[in-house]
């Protein structure tokens, strides 16, 4: 029966690949890859020689008509992306929301994304959160940072490396200088690293030793501030 599956692959340490997810890429006809050279190299890895098509967010409008096609002809199709899992701030939603549309089945197994560990690695509280992904490169950045600056929720962002130092300067001017933040840094790899502290506390670290690798940022909500109970007096007056 025809179904797409979307695979979670490693996001740094490969010890971090399921054995189903090894299994599954072996026996769908098709996987479809963010970068095919990427991907090569893990697919390498675990001997797995299913024949790979090009799918990320440059062309994945033009290709899924033809992916429903495919499917609809009865074949199994694997999306993965370059690390982590597809559909979370890579390409995905699209062909996923086309199957569904078409009763195409779908299924997502469980594995690997960067902002889980990030959120349990900052010890801020993570009953409730919010996950932001990149947030807005020019257009809508600053407004989207005022919404944020009344968050009560832990909030995770992704961040590019060479983008850090300016939005952990952002995030003093809309955050203030002592909200609590942690960067994390190559989670699952070798130099893996979780810088904890205030906003500038933060950002001196990172003005000193020059930021490489995948980052998540974890920002800690706004306080909320409880009115002050009101004394015996003032509720005999009421």
């Known amino acids: 029966m025809s179904k797409l599956y979307i695979v979670p692959t490693p996001i740094g340490n490969l010890e971090d690949m399921t054995f189903r997810?090894?299994?599954i890429l072996k026996e769908v006809d098709l996987i479809l890859a963010e970068d095919t050279r990427t991907s090569g190299k893990l697919l390498k890895h675990?001997?797995?020689?299913?024949?790979?098509?090009s799918h990320h967010m440059h062309n994945e409008h033009k290709t899924t008509e033809n992916l429903i096609s495919?499917?609809?002809?009865?074949?199994t199709i694997a999306l993965i992306s370059d690390a982590g899992t597809p559909a979370i701030s890579d390409p995905g939603f699209l062909l996923t929301r086309a199957c569904i549309e078409n009763g195409i089945a779908v299924e997502c197994l469980p594995g690997a994304t960067a902002f889980v560990p990030a959120l349990v690695n900052s010890?801020?509280?993570?009953?409730?959160?919010?996950?932001?992904?990149?947030?807005?490169?020019?257009?809508?950045?600053?407004?989207?940072?005022?919404?944020?600056?009344?968050?009560?929720r832990t909030m995770i962002l992704y961040v590019s490396p060479h983008?850090?130092?300016?939005?952990?300067?952002?995030?003093?001017?809309?955050?203030?200088?002592?909200r609590v933040i942690c960067v994390c840094r190559e989670l699952s790899?070798?130099?893996e690293e979780n810088v904890?502290?205030?906003?500038?506390?933060?950002?001196?670290?990172?003005?000193?030793?020059?930021?490489?690798?995948?980052i998540v940022v974890v920002v800690s909500g706004k306080p909320i501030v409880?009115?002050?109970?009101?004394?015996?007096f003032q509720k005999e007056e009421e």
């Open 21 to 23: 997810a090894i299994r």
């Open 46 to 53: 675990f001997e797995i020689g299913t024949h790979m098509y």
């Open 70 to 75: 495919r499917l609809k002809a009865g074949e």
């Open 123 to 152: 010890g801020l509280p993570n009953d409730k959160f919010v996950f932001e992904g990149f947030l807005p490169e020019k257009k809508g950045r600053q407004t989207r940072y005022l919404e944020l600056a009344e968050e009560t």
């Open 163 to 178: 983008k850090l130092l300016k939005t952990l300067a952002e995030f003093i001017t809309y955050f203030g200088e002592e």
């Open 189 to 191: 790899k070798l130099h």
């Open 196 to 214: 904890r502290g205030t906003t500038r506390e933060v950002l001196t670290h990172f003005e000193k030793i020059a930021p490489r690798g995948e």
């Open 226 to 232: 409880k009115e002050a109970k009101k004394n015996k």
